[in-house]
Each structure stands twice: as C-alpha cells, then as structure tokens.
C-alpha cells in the first residue's frame, strides 16, 4: 500500500507567480484535502475534493483553486502569489469526505515566496 | 467564533515520565476530537479520535479523554520516551474538514 506523496517537496517563487502542487492519494481514497500550515500554526484547511468535485472551502481566496483527477490524485493552484502563501502545504486522503474519517497527512510541499 | 485552543506551546518532561497535554474548545460542542503527531518538516499523523459520547480512549501508551463540561480533551503519554518528543496537534471536526490547533511541542528529556 503506497502513503499519500507530494510535489514537489520545496518550490521557491517570486510575488505574483503561479505555483502548482502535486498529491497522489493513499490507495483506496476517493478524497482529498489540502491544508496550509504556517510557520508555529495548526493546518488550515483549504478545500476538500471528493470524486473529482469540490465539496468544502475553507476562508481562502478564489486565486487558491484545485483539481481531483479521476485517480483521485490531487493539484493545488496558487495564482498571483503573495508573500504571506509561504508556508507548508499538506495535502491528506481518507476513505470518504466525513471529517471524522482518519486523514493520512503527506509530508508536503514547502513554498517559500520571495 | 468557534475556537480550539491548545494551552501549552511548548511542554518539557523526563523520560519516564507521564505528558498530560490540553485541548480546550469554546462555543460549540464537537461531535469528535482527533490527536495527531507531527515530526518537523513532517506531515501530521492521526493517533486516535474520541467521540463526545466517549470519556476515554486508549492506545497502547497513549490515553485520551473528553470532558463536555469543562470543554475540553486530554491527552496523555504514559511511560514518555526522548522518541515522544514532537508536536501533538488537536483537531476538531467540520462539516468535512479539521480545525487544527496550533499544537504543544513536547520534549522528552533523557
């Protein structure tokens, strides 16, 4: 059984570009969420899909917006980026979309914007 | 708003030890708690979750509790080990997403 994968591991941008994260779900996995973490801060949720539709945003702007691909795996897009999306971007997998489900955390993507 | 607050930022104990950690919650009643563990540069790994109908949860060394009255969890590492030493996040549930806290940085001293 292959664990939830991420990529890449660290991206340095500059203010105003575009970024795109990668996430390949646990085996088995019909959901996916993503989570941004700041330095010394808890996960923030940013948006869940399940079977390739959005289903739940937490308070993030429209210019952070995903995609589920029919595997389940997983993009995050960041467009105009700003200093303060620098952060550790986790993306988790679990069996269904209930929140009470076990999330199965990759080990993330490291953004730093300059 | 509905918060979830974890008291401690950083707790240090002897290897041995018992590690009693907090996770209060405020305006709200969830239905679940979850407990991860995340290592630096590290994605959160789940422990163990409670139910509001639960009192207590058990895993090997691990212990959790949940008080409605008090608003508020416990999590509890028996027997610590310096291999404890991370941060221990609490999350309440959503509608289809976890409220994280901003977790306690345990150390366990050998």
């Known amino acids: 059984e292959t664990g939830v994968t991420q990529s890449p591991t660290h991206l340095i941008k500059t203010r105003g570009q575009q970024v795109t994260l990668r996430c390949s779900s646990q085996?088995?996995?019909?959901?996916v969420s993503w989570y941004q973490q700041a330095l010394g801060q808890g996960p923030q949720f940013i948006f869940q899909y399940y079977r390739e539709e959005e289903n739940g945003r937490g308070n993030f702007p429209p210019r952070f917006s995903g995609l589920q691909f029919p595997n389940y795996s997983s993009e995050l897009n960041v467009n105009a980026l700003e200093l303060d999306d620098s952060a550790l971007y986790l993306c988790a997998s679990s069996l269904a979309r209930e929140s009470y489900n076990e999330q199965f955390f990759g080990p993330g993507t490291r953004l730093t914007v300059l | 708003s509905q918060k979830i607050e974890q008291n401690s930022e950083a707790l240090n104990i002897q290897e041995g030890k018992t590690a009693t950690l907090t996770c209060n919650y405020t305006?709200?009643?969830?239905?679940?708690l979850q407990w991860y563990r995340q290592d630096p540069g590290r994605g959160p790994v789940f422990l163990l979750l409670i139910r509001e109908n639960e009192k207590e949860k058990r895993k090997e060394r691990l212990k959790v509790t949940f008080d409605t009255t008090l608003k508020q969890s416990l999590f509890h590492i028996t027997a610590s080990q310096p291999a404890d030493s991370a941060t221990y996040l609490c999350?309440?549930?959503?509608?289809?997403?976890?409220?994280f806290g901003t977790g306690t940085r345990l150390t366990v001293i050998p």
């Open positions: 999350a309440r549930t959503g509608a289809n997403n976890l409220f």
């Open positions: 085996s088995g996995h019909n959901t």
């Open positions: 305006n709200y009643s969830p239905a679940y």
